[in-house]
């Protein structure tokens, strides 16, 4: 007998086959097909429905948050059943004491808070067994990130890692791949990450090839050197045999876009060539960081604390505004590639909220300042730890990356608070994709884009048994109606519940149904 039948629906499979009319029986957290006859504890009739896997978020910052309700809200509300976390070189664990201010400063975009637990973590073990005695609604895995490494064995320090210390890091990362994390991501515009060579890069990456790891990079440039820096990322591949994922792949700024057909074609390259790379995206044309993002990163080597003091001086903030104006600085400048302070919006500014919700010349307006004053000074307020999002990108770059057929979806949602604002990405990129892509731009069929939210993810990924409507899968659903889903969330209200999902089942249990959680939570923590 049969745990539960879902009747009458239409099946999206995940793998990218036309849909079809039929039946999903779940027993035991499995899903079981051909059940038309087969009894059930109980049926659910859900014709007219679309039933799809689970989706899988390929990036997502959600070990900063594990475990909250604000978690749950943020994912499952939009379909998500698994995330892969400790994106962008910014994860968790492990971490060492001493450096534990300078790794909660850097983490804090993604987090208002840190448990007391965190300072036992050196051992990724130990966060583990934490990770596991949380209630979880849904499943994660997490990459171990490298800025997280560097600043336990070196701190902020901006120079080359000497071989000492990339014994250290490589140990660290080791132990963590012996007890089950993914791969290891970089965040190569964000300190002390930037520092790295791509010697130090590749030789973390060997280690993480054994365990069929996977490396996934924020490369050291979206935007004037996007292609030089997809080389490097994929040359790490090439050099130590790895599964490569270029992390939310776009064009920054004007004078870059276009260019993804040259790096399309590197990474179609690569592939014939025998490295596996994949890309992920957001569906969205605006990009969402730190606002300390737009300043060059050698100036925030000594930490957020030194940097603050910095910016209180006069002197000090007219060489950072002609370095920050000047095209020739040699740094990603988030700045010019939103076109200046009219393209840049402040969605986290906790100690100055009135700027929230705001582009910074908009507000400078309202104040009658200077922009590049009102800018220096919300960083000063809040010691750097703030969040812009950055209008910096074209609708026809992100429609031609979305068709390649290397790319997978994922929100980089930063999930601070769902009390916060941010960026509609967060609580909205799956349904926004259907609605994007499938309805809108009528660029991909949905069968299209639910494989590339849930097969060809979980294939990319080296996720066993998710992603599939097929006997013995693990039973994480999504239902919905394609006609009434719509994603919510904007940029003035960026944390907004998606309409139109009527289940999400994680582990074959109901964990939200008509927009109410049931109070189950299933999720686990999943060892690669």
Known sequence: MLDLIFKNGTIIDGSGKKSYKGDVGIKDGKIVLNCTNVESKEEIDIEGFVITPGFIDAHSHGDLILGTKDAALFKITQGITTEYTGQCGLSIAPIKEKNLRDIQNMLSMGTTFF??????WEKFSNFINYADSLDLYLNSKIYVGHSTLRISVMGMENRPATKLELDKMK???REAMESGAAGFSTGLIYTPSVYATEDEIIELAEVIEPFDGIYASHMRNESNKIVEAVKETINVGRQSGVRVDISHHKMLGRPNWGKQKETLRLID??????????????????????LNATMPPWYLSEGFDAMTEKLKERKFREQLKLEMQDPKTDYDNYYLNAGGWDGVYVYSSPKMPEAEGKFISEYAKELNKDPWDLFFDICVENHCETGGVYSSMSEEDVCEIIKNKYCIVGSDGLTRAWSEKGHPRASGTFPHAINYFVKEKKILTLEEMINKMTGKSADFLRMLNKGLIKDNYDADLVIFKYDELKDTATYAKSNSITEGIKYVLVDGNIVYKDKEFTGLTPGKLLRH
């Open 269 to 290: 390259e690569a592939n014939n060539e025998g490295i596996f790379v994949f890309h992920d995206q957001y569906p969205y044309t605006a990009n969402m960081t730190t």
């Open 171 to 173: 140990g660290i990362l």
């Open 115 to 120: 448990p007391k637990e965190m300072k036992n």
